[in-house]
C-alpha cells in the first residue's frame, strides 16, 4: 500500500546503512509487500527514529461509489493547520506544532469486551485488511465550521466484521491514544483522557463509517489523527475520534468524552442537525474554511447532506432528544 513520494530528498538526507538495519529490525516482518515498493533509503527516510512518522507517504487507493463529488476540497494547508486535538493544545493551530512528537510506528489496535476472543492488529496489516478508497467528505464541526475532505480508508464495517463481535454487542467505543508525557498539552483541559467516542453498532456498520489511514491520497499527518482514526460524516466532527488504539464493543451506551465535558451540550448521537441548536449558538449555517473568510457562510444540511443513506438507521427517534 505504501508507495515511495518526493525523489527529490538529497543524498545528504539518507539514512546510513547501519541505522537503516536497526529500523529494519524494529519493522520486522510487519509492512511485508506494502514496503518493497520502497527504496532502502526511502524506507529509513520515511521511518523517523523519534517518532516513526510516515506522514506524506503516498498509499495506494481505488476510487469509491462513496465519494461526494461536486464540491471544491478544503486546502491541504487549511485541513492540516486548523484542527482540534486537545491531546496536543486547545488552540486550532497547536496541533501541527505539537503532534509530531506522536509516536504512530510500532502501533496497534486492542479489541475487547463482546468479542469472539480478544485481538490486537496492527497497523500494517490493517492497512492491508482491504483496498484503501479515496473518499471525499464533508466535516462538520459542532462550532459550526465545516470542510471536505478527500479521506483515505474503507468502510469500518469492513474492520467490524473482522473483530467477530458478538451478538450481544449493541455499541461500539474508540479510545484515543494517551501518554500525557507524550501529549504534555492535555493537561491544560478538564477531559478525562483518554478520548473516548462511540456509536450504536447500526451507525458504525453504516458504509459510510471510515476507517481511515489517510488524505489526499496520502498517510494521515499525525495532526489529523495518524496513523488510524474514525470519520462519521454525518455527525458534528467530535465523533470522529483520533489515533484510536482501542475498539470496545459493549451491550450499553459507552461513556463520551464530550458528553462527560457538558451533557447539555454534546449528546451521544451528535448527527449534524439545522434545527438542532447548540444551547450557545445556531446550528443552522455554516463556515466552510478556506480563503474568502465571510463569503463562505452557508446552510448546513441535515445529516451534512448524508440523510439519503443515514435517515433510515433513525427512524422513529426523536431527534430532538436524541441530540
Ligand atoms: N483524540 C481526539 N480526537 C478528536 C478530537 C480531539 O481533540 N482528540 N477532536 C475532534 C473534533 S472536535 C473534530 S472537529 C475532529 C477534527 O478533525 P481534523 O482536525 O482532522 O479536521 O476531530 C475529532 N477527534
Ligand atoms: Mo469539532
Known sequence: MLIGKR??????????????????????????????????????????????????????????PLTTTGEELTSLEDITHYNNYYEFGVNKDEPAKNAGVLPTRPWTVRVEGKVKAPKTFDIEALLKLRPLEDRVYRHRCVEAWSMVIPWVGYSLSEFINQCEPLSTAKYVQFLSYYDKHVEKWASASTISWPYSEGLRMDEAMNPLALLTFGLYGEVLPNQDGAPIRIVVPWKYGFKSAKSIVAVRFLDKQPPTTWNDQAQSEYGFYSNVNPIVDHPRWSQKTERRIGKAFYAQRRTTLMFNGYGDQVASLYKGMDLKKYF
Do not use: M
Open 7 to 64: 525523489p527529490d530528498i538529497p543524498s545528504s538526507a539518507i539514512t546510513p546503512k547501519d541505522q537503516y538495519l536497526n529500523r529494519r529490525r524494529f519493522l520486522r516482518g510487519a509492512v511485508a509487500t506494502g514496503v518493497a515498493a520502497l527504496g532502502a533509503e526511502r524506507l529509513a527516510e520515511v521511518f523517523s527514529p523519534r517518532t516513526g512518522a510516515l506522514a506524506g507517504t503516498k498509499l495506494e487507493t481505488v476510487k469509491s
